[in-house]
């Protein structure tokens, strides 16, 4: 029964409700996979159980993938499970994908068409719902990193049927802020908290992706957690893993911005300083002893020392000139052998000659065999039968073909064949 399951059947995917549960100290976990009318005894054991992406309890709708067997023990159909899914799934990441796919085919995930981050935006759009938690995240980080910016909410339904129209209308009408008498902004955050594949569905709709791809204004998408992902997220101009870090990537850290300006500003000072104690020491040298002496005497050195710089810049320009123009030639000549017609000339020419050379090699090869084959010819027809048949020797047979070599061989009645240099005889021997 076993072997006859397991070879007909073999690998399959079930799908049904849990029920009887049991958890094992072992780690296996042994439960009942059943419908309105049928169940299956189940088994998923310890390995497979952690990795399973859906926590098995009675009542949860799944769908298995495992091993039709027989345990023999009890004489038991079982199914040995090997992935768990909770039911759907599947076909709604096979449709993730198919859109996946196809948006990407067109073009709608490439960089090109990605918009740059503004490092100092002013105003901030969201667009998520206006009693989630994400909103409340969203604006507390903008508060304490960036309190000069301003947040302008779009409150829209993040989950549900019909919620992706809503949240595509959105982000058409911020677009095209002006014509729509919205307010304008300088990034927009499109995001929600965390949840399930079919709760953050929405955000996979090929209305919204469209939407974000046509949007004028630079969009960050900041959906569920860090290891969900959905179309949005290859659509956006940025990625951010959750909603705080989101409003985290659009505005700089205030904190941070004015420790910097102090550094600066501490820097700036000190320079400022340092070049006017620089300069009152020129000036007062100046005035002790080079301001008595005359102008001439004064402006000799720096014009010497400016023809001599407009010389080495002369020399300077003519030189990197003759370099480039010596590399340019190089690169030509390169160019030039290394053209496809040029190549394809020379091994031309080199298939030419090798032919040439095969021909002669087989020629010659030739012509040793034939010397060969004349020879052995030669010496054939010396020490072969047909040199003694011609010198007036025959060969007698018997009947069955064998070479008569003595008399005493033969008895009377006995059929002969006699081969001559010309011809054959038949003889039958009398004495």
Known sequence: MRNLLEIELGELWVEGEVSNLRRQASGHIYFTLKDVGAQVSCVLFKGNARQAKVQLDNGLQVKLFGEISVYEARGSVQLIVRKVEAAGEGELQAKFDRLKNKLKKEG??????????????????LITSGTGAALQDMLNVLARRAPWVQPILYSVTVQGKGAENGIAQ???????????????????????????????????????ARAIHDCEIPIVSAIGHEIDFTIVD???????????????????????????LQRMNSTMNRAVATAIEKHDAILGGMRRGVLTRSPGRILREPLQRLILARRDLDDGVEQAVKTKSDNIHELLYRITAQRPEAVLGRRFDKLVHLKQKLISAAVEKVNQHGS???ELSSMLRTLGPES??????????????????????????????????????TSEVVD
């Open 108 to 125: 709608l995930f490439d960089e090109d068409h990605k918009l740059p981050i503004p490092k100092f935006p002013k105003k901030v759009g």
């Open 170 to 208: 959105a982000i058409n009408e911020w677009s095209k802020w002006d014509d729509n008498g919205m307010p304008e902004v300088d990034v927009i955050i499109v995001g929600r908290g965390g949840g399930s594949l079919e709760d953050l569905w929405n955000f996979n709709e090929e209305i919204v």
């Open 234 to 260: 290859f659509v956006a101009d940025m990625r951010a893993p959750t909603p705080s870090a989101g409003a985290e990537l659009v505005v700089p850290d205030g904190e941070a911005l004015f420790n910097r």
């Open 372 to 374: 060969h084959i004349a």
């Open 388 to 425: 003694v048949f011609s010198r007036g020797f025959s060969i007698t047979l018997d009947e069955k073909g064998t070479i008569i070599k003595d008399a005493k061989d033969l008895k009377p009645g006995d059929t002969l064949t006699t081969k001559f240099h010309v011809g054959r005889a």
